[in-house]
């Protein structure tokens, strides 16, 4: 239990800021002068403790349970150096009930137990020869239930020897099960406390050199409450209070025997109570005089004597109990003056109403009255727990109520009866009292207790078994009043539905509770997992009873605790397997049969099929036996049943599994391709384009393959949608110009398709070019049958004057002129490939043969073709170099300037690339 401390002010210390780091913070607590945790003295002298501190300021604090004695013995300094304060306190004539721990803080420090940084205590033992103990003689004390509580055996000198015993139990300072540690500058301190165990009377006693004191104390343990009755101001005297006049409120409540509460007043004028006008009389308790009851009503009283304008107001009256627990009331008090409309409203009796256990019983009605005193008259309107009004309800709940509201007589008043109490009529009810100017409301409450009841269920469960690793939601639901709480356990089982001797349940938190107060009920969810079998339980609990409810929670990891587990339909040729599980809660064997045509079953056995291995293949929770085909065949097509046995032998449940096997096909595109193997033209870059091409059969699936020029497509512009099947172009430009394949396999074969792609920009340049060759060509016959003239010329010449010279030589015949074209090599390290047009016919138009390509420059004995299109040279798609060499060797010149070398693949070599043209003799 904390130790609690007065504060002791005695100076006062000038504030003084102390600049500080916001990243560091030093600690640097009060230095008490001697430093030692305690200081023995002795009686009929004086002590001065000494502190010194920072810029902030230090001061003491004396025990709580200091005396006035003490106080007036007191007298403390605070002296100033530096940066440095010094507080003295001095304690003169010092006596044995002295002793106790003195503190030094930090000024400012506003709870001491939890800022130990600015603390530093000494505890003062006051030696006296006559008193062992700081306290002596018997003493009643109350304690809490569950709470913490000291037994202050406080010893005057520290080599005094202390015991403690209880009655009728012997010594028990030293025994572990009653929770009890002695401290000496605490006391005995029993955390917690136990009704059972520490009720009763204790002696502590002290020792020392042949002296002997002692303290007994008779503790009485209060049991921990939960909750306390609102308390109920009676208004009696308060109907018609005027200026001048005195009037009296009385604040009561009812609660049982063995709880302790009290009653405190707050009033809307405070400077009444130091005007001497309040008067708050001495408290009264009495017992309940109903018989078979435990109960009492404490009372406290509260008189204003002639009150005025300023006593007007709401008075609030505030029931604490043992436990702490509080509640309040509030009532209105109006001051009146002549000929003034009032309205005032009060009740006799008990506002909360208790029914439950054998009191609770159908025909015996409760009812609430309030008298009114009001004008004009008001109207009268009565809330039930809800909240809506009681008049509206349907019809049928209207016959649990009963609403009589009395006006014109001596004794105006309202009266609510219930009939047929049951859970649902608990609560919180209200009237509400109102006039043309004044509005009164009165509160009251029905509790009914009732045993808890539990309902429980999971979520999306059948009945059987849970599945291992899947997470299950459980929800339990204990209605009651007061309302229950829900827990939730599990228990261990070795055997299915056999518990018995297993480990006890352990809690569960993972759960969120919620309360919907209207109905007494409180929900709970748990969400678990299921890893291990046991007993799922659910507990709720109120001040009455607790009731429990289970769900075995039996686990498997196989579906419903016996499945078939493999493919229906299996490809001719591949390897699968039929597994059948069954738990181990429910069955100890499995057993494979195949359905024949006969119409029996025919246990399968690897001895009769090659083609089939049988394995087993076991868990903690279920055994499985697999039937493992090593190549699927027609002859495997069929019904295959799997039965599980139980203890005893017998069959108790089976499965079938129909099994289909598909035989292998080719694969084939549909005819519903948009590739034919001829040209697309692409109007505009912009307008992109789409080819399809649609699997029409193949068993496996086919393996779908997009190629352009005979490389894969990796074009950030094109995107391969619908499973393969359709390969999408958003932006066309040269780069994306070719042969574009679409490829499809299995195990069985292949099939492909083609389309050559071509921008329309690329044909009109085609175009341009094949209308000018046959001017160029005119223009360099003209220029070759001139240098043919001039060398026939110059030859001539020279033959007269060798006539002339010497004997006549016939010249050797001259080469034939020529014209060639050599294409710049483009060298960009990778190609080893050269791809040759060649036209050996010397057509204008190349045939499909005219196109070769060749290793390193070398032709192949067996060169692969391709057809050649009209417009510029195409690669074939399986080749691995973009440069083809034309040369005018083997193309009519009028063919020459239209089959230039183009590279589809390097950026910047996509434009034409010039040739040099050389005459050759």
């Given at each position: 239990?904390?130790y609690?401390?007065?504060?002791?002010?005695l100076?006062?210390?000038?504030p003084?800021?102390?600049?500080?780091?916001p990243?560091?913070?030093p600690?640097?607590?009060?230095r008490?002068?001697?430093n030692?945790?305690?200081q023995t003295v002795?009686?009929a002298?004086?002590?001065t403790?000494?502190?010194?501190?920072?810029?902030?300021?230090v001061?003491?604090i004396?025990?709580?349970d200091?005396t006035?004695?003490?106080?007036?013995?007191?007298?403390?300094t605070?002296?100033?150096?530096?940066?440095?304060?010094?507080s003295?306190?001095?304690i003169s004539?010092?006596?044995y009930?002295d002793t106790?721990?003195?503190?030094?803080?930090?000024?400012?420090?506003?709870n001491?137990?939890?800022?130990?940084?600015?603390?530093?205590?000494?505890?003062?033992y006051v030696?006296?020869?006559?008193?062992?103990?700081?306290?002596?003689?018997?003493?009643?004390?109350r304690?809490?239930?569950?709470?913490?509580f000291v037994?202050?055996?406080?010893?005057?000198?520290p080599?005094?020897d202390?015991?403690?015993?209880?009655?009728?139990?012997?010594r028990?300072?030293?025994?572990?099960d009653?929770?009890?540690?002695?401290?000496p500058?605490v006391?005995?301190?029993?955390?917690?406390?136990?009704?059972?165990?520490?009720?009763?009377?204790?002696?502590?006693?002290a020792?020392?050199?042949g002296?002997v004191d002692?303290?007994?104390?008779?503790l009485?343990v209060?049991?921990k409450?939960?909750?306390?009755?609102?308390?109920?101001?009676?208004?009696t005297?308060t109907?018609?209070?005027?200026?001048?006049?005195?009037?009296?409120?009385?604040?009561?409540?009812t609660?049982?025997?063995?709880?302790?509460?009290?009653?405190?007043?707050r009033?809307?004028?405070s400077?009444?109570?130091?005007?001497?006008?309040?008067?708050?009389?001495?408290?009264?308790?009495r017992?309940l005089?109903?018989?078979?009851?435990?109960?009492?009503i404490?009372?406290?009283?509260?008189?204003?004597?002639d009150?005025?304008l300023?006593?007007?107001?709401?008075?609030e009256?505030?029931v604490?109990?043992?436990?702490k627990?509080?509640?309040?009331?509030r009532?209105?008090?109006?001051?009146?003056?002549?000929?003034?409309?009032?309205?005032?409203?009060?009740?006799d009796?008990?506002?909360?109403i208790?029914?439950?256990?054998?009191?609770?019983?159908?025909?015996?009605?409760?009812?609430?009255?309030?008298?009114i005193?009001?004008?004009?008259?008001?109207?009268?309107?009565?809330?039930?727990?809800?909240?809506?009004?009681?008049?509206?309800?349907g019809?049928?709940?209207?016959?649990d109520f009963?609403?009589?509201t009395?006006?014109?007589?001596?004794?105006e008043?309202?009266?609510?009866q219930?009939?047929?109490l049951?859970?649902?009529?608990?609560g919180n009810?209200?009237?509400?009292?109102?006039?043309?100017?004044?509005v009164?409301?009165?509160h009251?409450?029905l509790v009914?207790?009732v045993?808890p009841?539990?309902?429980?269920?999971?979520?999306?469960f059948?009945?059987?078994f849970?599945?291992?690793?899947?997470?299950?939601?459980?929800?339990?639901?204990g209605?009651?009043?007061?309302?229950?709480?829900?827990?939730?356990?599990?228990q261990?089982?070795s055997?299915?539905n056999?518990?018995?001797?297993?480990?006890?349940?352990?809690v569960?938190?993972?759960?969120?509770?919620?309360?919907?107060?209207v109905?007494?009920?409180?929900?709970?969810?748990?969400?678990?997992v299921?890893r291990?079998?046991g007993r799922?339980?659910c507990?709720?609990?109120n001040?009455?009873?607790?009731?429990?409810?289970?769900i075995p929670?039996?686990?498997?990891?196989?579906k419903?605790?016996?499945?078939?587990?493999?493919?229906?339909k299996?490809?001719?040729?591949q390897?699968?397997?039929?597994?059948?599980?069954?738990?181990?809660?429910?069955?100890?064997d499995?057993?494979?049969f195949?359905?024949?045509?006969?119409g029996e079953d025919?246990?399968?056995s690897p001895l009769?099929?090659?083609?089939?291995l049988?394995?087993s293949?076991?868990?903690?929770?279920?055994f499985?036996k697999?039937?493992?085909?090593?190549?699927a065949?027609?002859?495997?097509?069929?019904?295959?049943y799997?039965?599980a046995y139980?203890?005893?032998?017998?069959i108790?449940?089976a499965l079938?599994?129909?099994?289909t096997?598909l035989?292998?096909?080719?694969?084939?595109?549909?005819?519903?391709?948009?590739?034919?193997?001829?040209?697309?033209?692409v109007?505009?870059?912009h307008?992109?384009?789409?080819?399809?091409c649609?699997?029409y059969?193949?068993?496996?699936h086919?393996?779908?393959?997009?190629t352009l020029?005979?490389l894969?497509?990796s074009?950030?512009?094109?995107?391969?949608?619908?499973?393969?099947?359709l390969l999408?172009?958003?932006?066309?430009?040269?780069?994306?110009?070719?042969?574009?394949?679409?490829?499809i396999?299995?195990?069985?074969?292949?099939a492909?398709?083609?389309?050559?792609?071509?921008?329309?920009?690329s044909?009109?340049?085609?175009?341009?070019?094949?209308?000018?060759?046959?001017?160029?060509i005119?223009?360099?016959?003209?220029?070759?049958?001139l240098?043919?003239?001039?060398?026939?010329?110059?030859?001539?010449?020279?033959?007269r004057?060798?006539?002339k010279?010497?004997?006549?030589k016939?010249?050797?015949?001259?080469?034939?002129?020529r014209?060639?074209?050599?294409d710049l090599?483009?060298d960009d390290?990778?190609?080893?490939?050269?791809?040759?047009?060649?036209?050996?016919?010397?057509?204008a138009?190349?045939?499909?043969?005219?196109?070769?390509?060749?290793?390193s420059g070398?032709?192949?004995?067996h060169?692969?073709?391709?057809?050649?299109?009209s417009h510029?040279?195409?690669?074939?798609?399986y080749?691995n170099?973009?440069v083809?060499?034309?040369?005018?060797?083997?193309?009519?010149l009028?063919?020459m300037?239209?089959?230039l070398?183009?590279?589809?693949?390097?950026?910047?070599?996509?434009?034409p690339?010039?040739?040099?043209?050389?005459?050759e003799?």
């Open positions: 239990m904390p609690k401390f007065l504060i002791f002010v100076g006062f210390i000038a003084f800021t102390v600049a500080r780091s990243r560091y913070v600690y640097d607590p009060p008490v002068i001697p030692a945790e305690s002795r009686a002298t004086s002590y403790f000494r502190c010194e501190g920072d810029g902030r300021g001061t003491w004396i025990p709580s200091a006035m004695n003490l106080r007036s013995r007191l007298k403390l605070h002296i100033t150096r530096g940066n440095r304060h010094i003295s306190l001095n004539d010092l006596i009930t106790g721990t003195y503190i030094c803080v930090y000024n400012g420090t506003r001491i137990e939890q800022a130990t940084e600015n603390v530093t205590s000494m505890h003062l030696s006296d020869d006559a008193h062992l103990l700081k306290k002596s003689g018997f003493e009643f004390l304690a809490i239930q569950s709470e913490a037994i202050k055996c406080l010893p005057t000198h080599e005094v202390i015991i403690l015993e209880k009655e009728s139990v012997g028990v300072d030293n025994r572990r009653y929770f009890i540690s002695y401290d500058r006391g005995f301190t029993i955390n917690p406390v136990m009704l059972d165990i520490h009720s009763g009377t204790f002696k502590c006693g020792t020392h050199r002296k002692e303290y007994t104390a008779s009485n209060l049991v409450t939960s909750f306390v009755p609102r308390p109920h101001i009676n208004k005297l109907r018609h209070i005027s200026v001048g006049k005195s009037f009296k409120l009385s604040c009561s409540v609660v049982d025997l063995e709880v302790l509460v009290q009653l405190s007043w009033t809307p004028n400077k009444s109570r130091y005007s001497g006008r309040l008067e708050e009389p001495n408290p009264n308790s017992n005089s109903m018989g078979g009851t435990h109960l009492k404490v009372e406290q009283s509260l008189i204003i004597h009150a005025t300023d006593d007007q107001g709401s008075y009256c505030k604490t109990d043992h436990s627990n509080t509640q309040t009331t009532e209105f008090v109006h001051i009146l003056k002549e000929e003034e409309s009032y309205l005032r409203i009060y009740y009796g008990y506002q909360t208790e029914r439950g256990g054998v009191e609770l019983k159908r025909d015996d009605p409760v009812q609430w009255v309030v008298h005193e009001a004008y004009p008259k008001p109207n009268v309107t009565w809330f039930g727990p809800d909240g809506k009004k009681i008049a509206e309800y019809r049928r709940k209207r016959k009963a609403i009589d009395f006006f014109g007589g001596p004794n008043r309202t009266m609510l219930i009939k047929n049951a859970i649902d009529k608990a009810y209200s009237v509400r009292v109102q006039n043309e100017k004044h009164k409301v009165e009251f409450e009914i207790s045993e009841k539990v309902e429980l269920f999971v979520e999306d059948y009945g059987g849970f599945e291992f690793s899947y997470e299950y939601t459980i929800k339990c639901s209605t009651g009043s007061p309302t229950p709480d829900v827990n939730w356990l599990f261990s089982c055997s299915y056999n518990c018995e001797g297993s480990e006890n349940a352990k569960l938190t993972n759960f969120n509770n919620r309360i919907r107060e109905v007494h009920t409180q929900d709970s969810t748990l969400k678990i299921a291990k079998s799922v339980i507990q709720s609990c001040s009455l009873d607790c009731e429990t409810k289970i929670f039996f686990v498997t990891d196989i419903n605790g016996f499945n078939i587990y493999g493919p229906s299996v490809i001719e040729g390897p699968f397997e039929l597994t059948c599980s069954a738990s181990i809660y429910n069955f100890t499995v057993e494979w195949k359905h024949e045509v006969a025919r246990i399968i009769t099929d090659a083609n089939l049988i394995t293949r076991n868990s903690e929770l279920s499985s697999v039937l493992r085909f090593k190549n065949s027609l002859s495997d097509h069929g019904r295959y799997c039965k139980s203890r005893d032998g017998r108790r449940s079938h599994a129909d099994l096997i035989p292998l096909e080719l694969p084939k595109i549909s005819m519903d391709t948009n590739m034919k193997g001829e040209r697309s033209v109007e505009e870059p307008s992109g384009h789409e080819f399809y649609p699997v059969q193949g068993r496996p086919p393996k779908i393959q997009w020029n005979g894969n497509i074009s950030p512009r094109a995107q391969i949608l619908e499973e393969g099947q999408k172009l958003n932006y066309i430009t040269e780069v994306d110009e070719g042969l574009y394949v679409c490829s396999s299995n195990q069985v074969g292949a492909r398709v083609n389309q050559v792609l071509i921008l329309q920009s044909l009109d340049k085609d175009f341009f070019y094949s209308h000018i060759s046959i001017p160029v005119v223009a360099v016959s003209v220029a070759l049958l240098v043919a003239a001039l060398i026939i010329g110059a030859k001539l010449c020279f033959l004057k060798s006539k010279s010497m004997a006549w016939a010249p050797p015949t001259p080469p034939t002129p014209l060639t074209q050599f090599p483009v390290g990778e190609c080893n490939e050269v791809c040759r047009l060649t036209n050996n016919s010397r057509d138009t190349p045939s499909e043969a005219d196109c070769r390509c060749s290793l070398r032709y192949p004995q060169s692969q073709t391709l057809q050649y299109p510029r040279n195409v690669i074939p798609y080749s170099c973009s083809c060499d034309y040369s005018i060797q083997t193309l009519p009028n063919h300037m239209r089959t070398p183009r590279n589809h693949y390097d950026a910047n070599l996509r434009s690339s010039p040739s040099k043209l050389s005459a003799f």
